[in-house]
């Protein structure tokens, strides 16, 4: 492990991405397989490999005081180290003393991770982590604990990790990034690169694969701009799933690739009837339907991304119902059990716009015109079979199925209707209809391109309600005032850094929050401070935020050098993990854009 730190030292040390990865390379060659299939996961910030439903569970507080008893200091020594640092393995790395019989292997690392996310309760966890970091060295024990924590900030990403595999085991970089992407596994992708066995990645049904993102626009005119052939469907405020259905068997899994079935308890009863097996891409939305459950059947004709009309589209979303706001669905998110008057009163429809596996066949190389056609034809040309034995109900996409457990709760499936646009003006109108049935704006996406898991291009762009919107990292909170005054509703957050190394501070504001979400946050935060400075209390940067503003200025009261006018918090993005929060490039790029629009 010693040998794994002083090349995350080294990579830390170079902001040249070239550097960065001939220094990694060099470390893959001086190790064994197993070292550096483990050493590829632990580079990539995390614990264990991306598909793997596996976490640690270790606390910021746990860690914190941890770290204050090995080194015998205060926990006041250790407030001021970190606020010097910024990061709690940083500090264990200054303040944890040197022994002689420390050292370990990144092996022995990897299987005293496993026994923490083995054991159960804060108290044996804290036992082992202790015992851990007692033998390892300052240095191990730094990157121990960042690892631990989910990031290594040294400005190394997963694709720099791909593009070091390619270089030292000399395969071509598509190679390496399509068995990363297939395995969701950078471990396993070292192992077969290394054995010159790449070409055997096959994607595993039930590994959630990477998301394709999207890039944000800020007109109509730009919306259009960056290709011809664009298909136009409204962006649903919602949580995105990626389904897996495979002999009636089905998954949902969340950006954060974590797996949610058990919140939607009535979408897989309705997907488990698909003829085919499959792996689609959507929205899982909070959904209100046309008509009482049971009365109203009905057959949708699909809008194929070939029409150029829109006016059918525009029917058909109206028959199909609408979606209803966020926060509805919020109350569904990360529950284990859903209660039947949960389901009966917020119920979901699973929105759903791409395919990408399809009958043992990938189909993310695919133009999303053929993609598109696909996902027609299994939603809606084929019959399909409800996996419900006591009744064997044959349904069609666009009816309301029924699951077989809630029998009152209605469990759609939807094809998310497909529109044309060939001019700002019908963009701006699709913007406008889509908003009034309540949704957030539209999604833009060239129907020439490929589907790219993990990648935000330009293929797919968002256009979005608010001038603009950031997704920030809450990093201090505040005791409020007035009738906040006992709980902590003044959020200071941040974005990235160039880097992704460091997180810079870009405003600050009050909660724009419900009552019972701020309780419950206040109840995060008390748990997860790792610096009390009374009336303030720096946090673990874990929380994410959608902030809209108004405006922005340059400003030197925050470290980011610029400030947000009229912030708003939109919501709490429980579905985003710190790294998918905006970097200080998309704030400039909104700067210059706002200084556009201004004629400046
Ligand atoms: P944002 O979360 O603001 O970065 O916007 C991207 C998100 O919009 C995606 O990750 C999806 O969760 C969501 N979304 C809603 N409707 C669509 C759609 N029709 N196509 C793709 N993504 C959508």
Redesign the pocket.
């Given at each position: 492990m010693q040998r794994f730190a002083k090349t995350c030292e080294a990579v830390a040390a170079t902001t040249k991405k070239l550097e960065k990865v001939s220094i990694v390379g060099d470390y893959f060659k001086s190790c064994v397989i197993d070292e550096a299939a483990i050493s590829a996961v632990f580079l990539s910030g995390r614990p264990f490999p991306a598909w793997e439903e596996t976490t640690l569970q270790v606390g910021g507080r746990s860690l914190w005081q941890i770290v204050s008893e090995l080194s015998q200091k205060s926990e006041g020594e250790i407030s001021t180290a970190y606020r010097r640092r910024g990061d709690l393995g940083a500090v264990a790395g200054d303040v944890l003393p040197q022994r002689t019989d420390q050292n370990l292997t990144v092996l022995e690392i990897e299987r005293a991770f496993r026994q923490i996310a083995a054991a159960r309760g804060t108290g044996s966890k804290d036992v082992l982590v202790r015992e851990l970091l007692t033998h390892a060295t300052p240095l191990e024990a730094k990157y121990i604990v960042k690892i631990i924590t989910g990031d290594l900030r040294i400005g190394l990403k997963e694709s720099l990790v791909e593009e070091a595999i390619a270089k030292t085991y000399a395969h071509p970089l598509p190679e390496v990034q399509r068995a990363n992407m297939l395995l969701g596994d950078i471990g396993e992708t070292t192992r077969l690169a290394a054995e010159n066995k790449l070409s055997e990645a096959r994607m595993r049904l039930f590994h959630p694969l990477g998301?394709?993102?999207?890039s944000?626009i800020e007109s109509p005119e730009e919306g259009l701009s960056y290709f011809t052939d664009a298909a136009i469907?409204?962006?649903?405020?919602?949580?995105?799933a990626q389904a897996h259905v495979s002999s009636g068997e089905v998954k949902l899994f969340s950006?954060t690739r974590d797996e949610i079935t058990e919140s939607f308890p009535e979408l897989p009863g309705a997907l488990a009837g698909l003829p085919h097996d499959a792996i689609l891409?959507?929205?899982i939305v909070a959904w209100e339907y046309p008509a009482k459950p049971g009365d109203t059947r009905q057959i949708v004709d699909q809008v194929s991304p070939h029409a150029d009309k829109t006016e059918s589209g525009e029917q058909h979303v109206t028959n199909l119902g609408r979606a209803r706001p966020f926060t509805i669905l919020q109350q569904r998110l990360g529950r284990k059990r859903v209660s039947d008057k949960m389901l009966r009163e917020s119920p979901v429809a699973y929105?759903v716009?791409?395919v990408l596996y399809l009958n043992g066949e990938l189909v993310l190389d695919r133009s999303l015109l053929e993609r598109a056609r696909i996902l027609d034809e299994l939603l809606s040309a084929e019959r399909v079979r409800h996996e419900d034995t006591r009744t064997q109900r044959t349904l069609k996409q666009g009816t309301l199925a029924f699951d077989s457990d809630a029998p009152t709760t209605p469990a759609s499936i939807i094809r998310?209707p497909v529109f044309r646009a060939a001019f700002p003006e019908q963009l701006e109108e699709l913007f406008v209809s889509a908003q009034s049935r309540g949704?957030?704006g539209l999604?833009i996406?060239d129907l020439n391109s490929a589907y790219t898991p993990g990648k935000r291009g330009k293929s797919?762009l968002?256009m979005?309600r608010e001038l603009a919107?950031l997704?920030v990292v809450v990093t201090a909170v505040e005791y409020g005032h007035g009738k906040r005054i006992g709980v902590l509703s003044d959020y200071t957050y941040a974005v990235w850094d160039t880097n992704k190394d460091r997180l810079v501070n870009i405003g600050k504001a009050y909660s724009g929050l419900t009552d019972a979400e701020i309780a419950e946050m206040t109840k995060w935060f008390l748990d997860h401070t790792v610096d009390d400075q009374g009336f303030r209390l720096v946090v673990e940067p874990k929380i994410v935020l959608?902030v809209a503003f108004n405006n922005m200025m340059k400003s030197d009261r925050h470290d980011s050098g610029y400030a947000l006018r009229f912030p708003r918090i939109v919501r709490l993005?429980s579905?985003?993990s710190p790294e998918?929060a905006d970097t200080i490039e998309r704030v400039r790029e909104i700067w210059t854009n706002q200084g556009k629009r201004a004629g400046l």
């Open positions: 998301f394709m993102l999207a944000p469907e409204d962006k649903y405020d919602g949580i995105r950006r891409d959507g929205e929105l716009f791409d998310a949704n957030e999604m996406k797919w968002k979005k919107t997704d959608e993005r579905d985003k998918d």
